[in-house]
């Protein structure tokens, strides 16, 4: 099994940092109309066929819709792109880098990440008994830029907008070549945000369970509201540990450090939370992610949410939530029922299931991350490791913790995770000539399973 050892947490943070003043912005966006209409006019062929159903024919019939004179018009009432035209131009982007085969290795090592986490919750194999999800069916496209935004995500109800049936996930260009925990934020942008967009009602049911939690448990109207107002970012940041396990906690923490290290020369967990921030306070989902991993299925959740508390205690100081200042213990609590609610809530909108009973990270999980752990530090080529059962959830935690824990370089870490995604990917029937939509619906159902040896 996998210990918590975060000796060499701080060289993962400074790899953040690093990547954070990279001034890599990527593939310049398009700016001239018939020119972004012939470099997209024969990209079909580098999609799969669902991704060509899905996401290039309707984004051409979006194109034509919008003529010449619609494309100028667009840019310029939106020339930050923040709105319309950041949307439309990351989707050509999409389509553009996986033609033009930026970052080749890295984008493709990127799809498979997202396709996994996606799958994790939305295929057949792990939705057994619950309906097919409202929208999004096949895993969002991705792509690199705009590296001050960080990792983002446009939602299935924003790409929407332009006719896409899938949503977009975005890293910055930095991240193809390092910055090793901001891979571990990919649970939050995919198995949450995506997720959570999925199926009709679900976010708004949870909003109303995390409010009615904290006001039953603690009586305090504040807090109810704080988290549930926050609830997107909130239930991302858990349904990420629960695909990838306890190694996106650690990478939360170290992530939000590097980043506070480069944009304010502070390496640790804000204790301060503005009123307008979508976002929980650092300090709040330090404590989410220990106590999400206090729920996980795998015998040393309790050693991993005790360290990742004690992590987490080591920044905290005053903390502030808008005009309020809040008491620590209290918080702490708070992420707790936070934490319960949203993980083991039976659901209307799920057909009376709890997230955590679709996905979770148990010993199983810990055994296949355990042996990619070793092969990493190995002297075997990384891109041959085979392990029975392995989703590139368990590639992205092997190479978090084994970065952290110092088992090889951080840079080690990153090649060898990108290197063996890489292949993962191309073996991917989601990503071949057939139309399937997640790789757990190619799972056969037996009558009768036999017991391990």
């Avoid at 504040?222 to 991302?236: G, I, K, N, Q, V």
């Avoid at 804000?270 to 992610?289: E, F, K, V």
Wanted: glycine fraction near 8%.
């Amino acid at each position: 099994m996998n210990h918590p050892d975060f000796r060499h947490l701080q060289t993962s943070m400074e790899d953040v940092t690093r990547a954070a003043l990279d001034d890599n912005t990527g593939p310049q966006d398009p700016t001239e109309f018939h020119s972004l209409y012939d470099r997209l006019h024969d990209a079909a062929e580098s999609l799969p066929p669902l991704y060509r159903e899905h996401v290039y024919h309707p984004f051409m019939q979006a194109l034509d819709k919008l003529s010449e004179s619609g494309f100028t018009n667009m840019l310029r009432r939106d020339p930050q792109k923040e709105r319309e035209a950041g949307l439309f131009c990351d989707i050509a982007q999409a389509i553009l880098q996986n033609k033009e085969g930026y970052e080749k290795e890295a984008t493709d090592a990127f799809q498979e990440v997202v396709s996994d986490l996606y799958d994790g919750f939305l295929s057949e194999e792990d939705r057994k008994g619950i309906k097919p999800p409202d929208q999004s069916l096949i895993a969002p496209l991705v792509k690199w830029g705009r590296p001050h935004y960080g990792p983002y995500t446009w939602t299935v109800e924003a790409a929407a907008h332009f006719g896409l049936n899938t949503g977009i996930v975005n890293l910055p260009p930095a991240n193809a070549r390092h910055g090793l925990l901001a891979w571990a934020a990919l649970g939050h942008e995919t198995a949450g945000h995506d997720i959570l967009h999925a199926d009709t009602g679900l976010l708004g049911e949870l909003q109303q369970t995390v409010y009615d939690a904290l006001w039953n448990a603690l009586d305090n109207r504040f807090l109810a509201d704080y988290w549930s107002l926050r609830l997107d970012e909130t239930a991302s940041d858990v349904l990420g540990i629960l695909n990838t396990g306890p190694a996106a906690g650690i990478g939360l923490i170290g992530y939000f450090r590097g980043l506070n290290q480069a944009y304010t020369g502070k390496p640790v967990l804000r204790n301060t939370g503005s009123q307008n921030d979508p976002h929980p306070a650092d300090i709040l989902r330090g404590y989410l992610a220990a106590e999400t991993v206090r729920l996980l299925q795998f015998d040393n959740a309790t050693d991993w949410a005790d360290a990742l508390q004690e992590e987490t205690d080591k920044d905290l100081g005053s903390i502030q939530l808008g005009r309020l200042k809040v008491d620590a213990e209290v918080v702490k609590q708070s992420a707790g029922i936070v934490a319960r609610a949203i993980t083991q809530t039976r659901l209307m909108s799920l057909e009376g299931h709890a997230l955590g009973d679709i996905q979770n990270w148990n010993n199983h999980d810990e055994r296949i991350t355990a042996e990619i752990r070793a092969h990493l530090v190995s002297t075997a080529t990384v891109q041959d490791c085979i392990v029975s059962g392995m989703y590139a959830a368990h590639v992205v935690a092997a190479a978090v913790t084994s970065a952290i824990a110092g088992d090889v370089p951080v840079e080690t870490a990153f090649s060898g995770m990108t290197g063996l995604l890489k292949n993962m990917h191309d073996a991917n029937p989601s990503w071949g000539p057939l139309y399937v939509r997640h790789r757990g619906d190619l799972t056969p159902h037996r009558i009768y399973t036999r017991s391990a040896s």
